[in-house]
C-alpha cells in the first residue's frame, strides 16, 4: 500500500486554517466523509476515540491519526498542512503543522503497516518535511507527496 494509493487531489489540503486538535480532526472527518460516503461524525468520534488511547503526534509538528474503518470500504487517507501549529499532545511537545489521517479498512490492517511505515519515513525526512511546509498549494503539495 503506497502513499500514491492512499491519496487523491481532492484530499491534500495546503494553508489550511486549524486552531485546534478537535478542529483539524473535524475537517479531516468532513473531508474522508465525502471520499468515503460515510458520515462525518461517527469518523470524528472515531479519531477522537483513537487519539484517547494515545495521541497520534509522532513529533517534529506531524500526526499521524488513523482509525480501521469497514472492510468493504477503500483505504483512504487525508493531508493538511495547517497555516499555523496547532496544540496537539504530541510527545515531543511541539505544536503540529502536517496531519496525515489514514483510513484503513479492517482487513488491509498488515498492508497498512507498510504504508504507515513509508509515510513515517518520508516525513521524518528533514528536507522532505521543509518542502512539504513550503509548498503553496495543494497541487503542489500532492505531487510531492504522490511522487
Do not use: W
Amino acid at each position: 500500500m503506497k502513499i500514491s494509493t492512499l491519496l487523491n487531489q481532492d484530499s491534500v489540503f495546503c494553508q489550511t486554517a486549524c486552531t485546534s486538535k478537535k478542529g483539524a480532526l473535524e475537517k479531516i472527518s468532513l473531508i474522508a466523509a465525502k471520499e468515503l460516503n460515510l458520515d462525518a461524525q461517527e469518523l470524528f468520534e472515531s479519531l477522537i476515540a483513537r487519539e484517547k488511547i494515545g495521541s497520534t503526534g509522532v513529533g517534529s509538528g506531524i500526526a499521524i491519526p488513523h482509525v480501521k474503518i469497514s472492510s468493504e470500504l477503500p483505504a483512504t487517507a487525508v493531508f493538511l498542512q495547517c497555516e499555523t501549529g496547532i496544540d496537539y499532545d504530541s510527545y515531543d511537545g511541539n505544536k503540529v503543522d502536517i496531519l496525515f489521517a489514514i483510513f484503513v479498512p479492517e482487513d488491509l490492517c498488515k498492508q497498512y503497516l507498510s504504508a504507515l511505515s513509508e509515510i513515517s519515513q518520508k516525513l521524518l525526512d528533514k528536507q522532505f518535511l521543509r518542502q512539504l511546509r513550503s509548498a503553496q498549494n495543494n497541487q503542489e503539495l500532492f505531487e510531492l507527496l504522490t511522487l
